[in-house]
């Protein structure tokens, strides 16, 4: 290539930088690409178009740019960027693979060790992940993030009382200013884990309460304390009726307060009106529920996982999700607060879903009704306090936007 195509090459990614500096990212981009064009082997025109396609979160492209920029010119860089790129993606494997490469050029480099033991825990193998951050705790023992991850690991494993003591330890270290809430998360969570002595892998209630702090209540067909994954494709009006029994027991009981009550779609107004009834509060929009209280938030099922996040972000003051019912798959994306049923497979309700007042109120008419006549479950005591007094870490009274 002559000279003159390399000097203009050159000239579009000083200009592209140049763009790119006061934000003008489109633009920057396209005199990437124009550097590209001019001169298809300038390893630093790959590496600039790999940082923007990364930065807008076109990952594939990204690591094309850097894995083009590698081939031309291996660099730290060029691995580097590739390594992180490849971990979002999904592939730790070979993101490992990209960061060995990097220790290769810059042999010892803590910034990599570090990344290599990152892409170890993503990829599952947490025993390699600590091997590689021993040397690294060796070395910076006040390094916040290295103690996370080490309790990220051994939480991963089972090792619930260290990864608790690395939780902690990274919480002492952690800059004033600093986000704790992802650390706060992971302690809460190995404080629950260390309060059983083992858990039963079908127990989906003390499954849902050790990794997430939430509150599954089952239904007909459960005794309520250990709650199985159902089979089930339809909800009746008496598993509405023994979900809310169990809930306005617990609620009772530990006194949880709510102002108002909301329905994240009209499938829920039914469910959403017999709950207001019950509490003695009004169903409200979302814009409209109260800044200073604490509102319910209530799905009859979530065939929607989104929607109830979407709904949330509407609420200005304290809420608590309450589903009836989920599936499995949907639990994946999105775990309410307090769950009712949860089935595997999609569940539909006794009532149409259309949106008419009058049908609303007379299935909220009927789901009271059942709720009076059913006798109460012989254990409800003890399902009372499996919350009240054993565990007790329910994630809705730890949110920062919890009111009393």
């Given at each position: 290539m002559d000279h003159w195509r390399r000097t203009e090459a050159g000239l579009f990614l000083e200009r592209g930088e140049a763009l790119e500096q006061v934000g003008r990212l489109d633009e920057a981009m396209s005199e990437f690409k124009r550097a590209i064009r001019a001169d298809p082997g300038l390893a630093e025109a790959h590496m600039a178009l790999g940082y923007h396609y990364r930065r807008k979160n076109l990952l594939s492209k990204?690591?094309?740019?850097?894995?083009?920029a590698a081939s031309l010119s291996p660099s730290y860089d060029s691995y580097f960027g590739l390594g992180h790129v490849l971990v979002d993606l999904?592939?730790?494997?070979?993101?490992?693979?990209?960061?060995?490469r990097c220790l290769a050029l810059e042999p010892g480099d803590p910034a990599v060790a570090?990344?290599?033991?990152?892409a170890?825990?993503?990829a599952g193998e947490y025993a390699a992940a600590l091997e590689e951050l021993r040397?690294?705790?060796?070395?910076s023992p006040d390094d916040w993030e290295l103690h996370h991850l080490a309790g990220s690991c051994q939480l991963a494993l089972g090792h619930y009382a260290v990864a608790r003591q690395e939780f902690e330890r990274a919480l002492q270290l952690l800059p004033p200013g600093e986000d704790d809430a992802d650390l706060q998360d992971a302690l809460q969570v190995a404080l629950r884990y260390e309060e059983f002595s083992s858990i039963d892998p079908s127990d989906i209630k003390a499954r849902l309460y050790a990794d997430h702090g939430v509150v599954c209540l089952g239904s007909l067909g459960d005794d309520g304390l250990h709650i199985t994954p159902q089979p089930r494709d339809r909800l009746s009006y008496q598993d509405l009726a023994r979900t809310l029994q169990r809930f306005h027991a617990l609620r009772l009981r530990w006194r949880w307060h709510f102002d108002a009550v909301v329905g994240v779609d009209h499938r829920s107004m039914p469910l959403a009106v017999a709950l207001a009834q019950s509490l003695r509060k009004h169903v409200v929009g979302p814009d409209y529920a109260p800044r200073y209280g604490r509102t319910l938030v209530v799905a009859a099922t979530v065939d929607l996982p989104e929607l109830l996040g979407v709904v949330c972000e509407h609420i200005a003051g304290s809420y608590v999700t309450f589903a009836a019912a989920i599936d499995e798959a949907s639990l994946e994306r999105v775990v309410p607060d307090v769950i009712g049923l949860v089935s595997t497979m999609r569940v539909s309700l006794p009532w149409d879903p259309g949106d008419r007042r009058s049908s609303v109120a007379l299935a909220a008419r009927e789901i009271n009704a059942t709720l009076k006549s059913l006798p109460v479950d012989e254990n409800l005591v003890q399902q009372v306090h499996y919350y009240g007094?054993?565990?007790r870490r329910l994630r809705f009274f730890m949110r920062r936007d919890t009111v009393d």
């Open positions: 990204a690591a094309e740019e850097f894995r083009t999904g592939q730790p494997r070979e993101a490992i693979e990209a960061f060995r570090y990344e290599i033991a990152y170890y825990y993503c040397p690294l705790l060796a070395a007094s054993k565990h």
